[in-house]
């Protein structure tokens, strides 16, 4: 119990932390309305030490927050599902790559790959049905916002573990 409870303050720790990001630094996409931000380092780090279904959680919610909050309204729903996907799958590319610790960073960047395709492909798809061929215009900035959170999550992922407290509820067991 006491464990399920530090996992459930951690992942409202990580939606707070996935909105935050998001909503902090914000750079303007010209001529989509978007913006660029580093919230998806947060989503992948969510999968990575929460696990695929508190990452999930994490990342859907905290992502979701920033567009209610940031009125975005039409993309929560959209927002939720890719960015808890990106989390899920950033959690069983971390666990099947990161087994003995020894390749945690290949772990992450894998999960930082399937976030450029994922929020890239997954936007681009929901986006043409909202306003047709012209949802390609995204696309390159969310090549971009993938690209830095792939980076931004490197960078961030040894300060984090770092934490014991943390570090004891990797997904894997994995030593560092």
Do not use: W
Not at 28 to 35: E, H, K, R, S
Not at 163 to 172: D, F, I
Request: proline share 6%; net charge positive; aromatic share 10%.
């Amino acid at each position: 119990m006491k464990t399920n409870t530090k996992k459930l303050i951690l992942t409202a720790l990580f939606a707070a932390l996935s909105c935050i990001a998001t909503m902090s630094i914000r750079i303007p996409t010209p001529g989509t309305g978007g913006y660029i931000h580093p919230g998806d380092a947060i989503v992948i780090l969510s999968g990575v030490l929460l696990g695929p279904v508190y990452g999930f959680l994490a990342a859907g919610i905290g992502s979701c927050m920033s567009d209610l909050l940031g009125g975005y309204l039409v993309y929560a729903p959209v927002t939720f599902l890719i960015k808890g996907l990106v989390a899920a799958f950033s959690a069983l590319a971390y666990r099947k790559i990161a087994k003995s610790g020894k390749y945690a960073y290949a772990g992450i960047a894998v999960g930082g790959i399937l976030d450029i395709l994922l929020v890239a492909g997954g936007y681009f798809l929901f986006e043409v049905l909202l306003y047709g061929p012209g949802a390609a215009a995204s696309v390159p900035a969310n090549l971009i916002q993938g690209t830095g959170g792939l980076i931004l999550s490197l960078l961030l992922y040894p300060v984090l573990t770092a934490v014991p407290e943390v570090r004891k509820m990797l997904a894997p067991k994995v030593s560092h």
